[in-house]
């Protein structure tokens, strides 16, 4: 994708945790509550910023290279700088992520030389600068992230007891850091694929903690595992009017997508999920929407599912607070996906990309 810049120009958001219902605002808000401006943004920030995107090059592809040094360099610069700053989400976001993007034949050894400059660099940051307690934790989830993908490449699978180590590194300076919480998702993953066994029990752990975002991934978490033993129950009169009950569609294989119009990376998802339905939808496959969008948005909403021909019914909530559906299962960030078998129960909640067909071409053949 040589549209890089577009696309991190998002990243601050994606780092932020989209508490279930977040986007949500209550009808009288916008009357009762004055509205802040916003921040003025700093023009040397603005060009530390644009000096760290231009490190990352067009990932490989040739028009313009990767600086490893460039990239770490200016992101510690600016969190030296700017440190509270909103834009720091963003560019740790940048830090993490970048080596994933960096697949291919071509850029398979920028890719390794990128993860092995970072895990050097954040090591010798963290040990000879005195971070603010932000960026500290940010470095950390950075780092953990980095390695996990080290430990895949050489050992084929990431050290879950290092991963543990970092988060009690963590926990022990900062127990309620978001960056904790993003490393608790990382470590459930792991340990769903490693020790299947020991994840009930943890979760259980996780939702008696003190820590109100722990405990709220931690009940989340167990209210989706419970999915893989029990079909999913859900009903709702969608944004069309048409009546959905999962219960009726037993015997198809249901996609629930979690999404938003906001949502760029959302939006990028569904020429996926259409191919999908054109492709395995005469054989029992079908499409439930959640959005996410705000209630002030609903005309917006409603033009966007006749603009694209999203044709699947989709939820739309309308009431008071939180949206319910992100809250059951507390969604933290969108899209998030449950594939459905047709007991209803859950197969699989990471379906992206190229994942989805490849599911499909499984699960329909059974």
Known sequence: ??????????????????????QSTSSGSAETKSVAAPPAVDPAATALW?????????????SRPVV??????????????YPSERRVGGILYNLATCGEWMKGEKTEELRVGWQLHLRDAIAETLKSHPWPDNIWAGLQWVAGKNQMAIDRDRLGRPDLDALKARIETVSARLPESPYRVFLEQEYLKVLETQRPAEVKAYLTQLSQSSVADLAALGSGQLA????????????????DGRKVDLAELRGKVVLIDCWATWCVPCVKELPNIKAALAKWGPQGFTVVGISFDRRSDRAKLVKFVEDEKLDWPHWYHEGEGSNPFGKRFNIRSIPATFLLGRDGRLISTDTHGDKLDTLLSRVMAQ
């Open 224 to 239: 989706i595992h419970a999915l893989r033993e029990k079909p999913m129950e859900l009903t709702f009169t969608a944004l």
């Open 1 to 22: 994708m040589k549209a890089t810049r577009s696309f991190l120009v998002i990243a601050a958001s994606l780092m932020l945790p989209l508490i279930a219902g977040a």
């Open 68 to 81: 490893y040094a460039q990239i770490s360099g200016k992101a510690f610069e600016f969190f030296e700088k």
């Open 50 to 62: 644009a000096e760290h995107i231009t490190g990352m090059g067009d990932r490989g592809e040739g």
